[in-house]
């Protein structure tokens, strides 16, 4: 199975400050998703990466997956409330693989 | 477009009750499908997943159990619940030769 660690558990910023959040494997990833979650709510996804060193922005959310493959991290830049609620990272196990494993998830509170 | 659809929302259930929360997707064919359950501290935890009519993979051995009746249609169920049922479950598919996961909005499960 592919384990994920996320990092932090938990994080409180200011708003308008930046933050990292980061997401390691212990294999290769094939495919690595990003998520946000608001509490009892399904997942929104975010992006998702596959090629090594590939970098994806959306607003102010940016997305990098190492060349090694083998970490990510979520870039927000200048936060907003609206931004609060709880990051995941997931793994696909690969094209024959036929599940995708999550981190614990991260989170996020932006004191106004 | 495809959606998945989950329901209910929300389910208050006694101790030692049946249990069946189901899941359907539309707008595409032969889909992957997948429950997770949310556990504090771990985040997202694949229970079941299912590549085809009939074939279930279960991934945690509990008091739970996966069936996929049509092609696009998943139910998780239990015969007798447990406290420790409770949580949160999300239903998601993915296309059964590409990569991308869509979640649905998720069941409150409430064991009392």
């Known amino acids: 199975s592919q384990e994920l660690e996320q990092s932090p558990q938990s994080l409180i910023v200011q708003e308008g400050k930046n933050l990292t959040i980061n997401c390691t494997s212990s294999?290769?990833?094939?495919?690595l998703y990003w998520y946000k979650q608001k509490y009892g709510e399904g997942l929104i996804f975010l992006m998702m990466l596959q090629k090594g060193g590939e970098e994806k922005s959306h607003e102010k959310i940016t997305a990098k997956l190492d060349e090694k493959k083998q970490q990510s991290s979520l870039h927000i830049t200048a936060s907003q409330p609206s931004h609060a609620g709880i990051y995941l990272c997931g793994a696909d196990g690969g094209y024959n693989n036929n599940d995708m494993r999550f981190g614990a998830g991260t989170r996020l509170t932006v004191k106004p | 477009s495809q959606t998945i659809h989950q329901w209910p929302a929300t389910l208050v259930q006694p101790v030692g009750s049946p249990l069946s929360l189901e899941c359907t997707v539309e707008g595409t064919s032969n889909p992957n499908l997948y429950w997770y359950r949310q556990a504090a501290g771990r985040g997202l935890q694949l229970l079941f997943y299912?590549?085809?009519?009939?074939?279930i993979s279960s991934e945690v051995p509990q008091n739970l159990s996966a069936s996929r009746p049509q092609d696009r249609q998943f139910i998780l169920s239990s015969k007798k619940l447990l406290l420790s049922d409770s949580g949160f479950y999300l239903c998601a598919w993915s296309p059964f030769n590409a990569y991308g996961y869509t979640f649905g909005s998720g069941t409150r499960l409430t064991v009392v």
């Open positions: 299912s590549v085809g009519i009939g074939q």
């Open positions: 294999k290769t990833l094939y495919g």
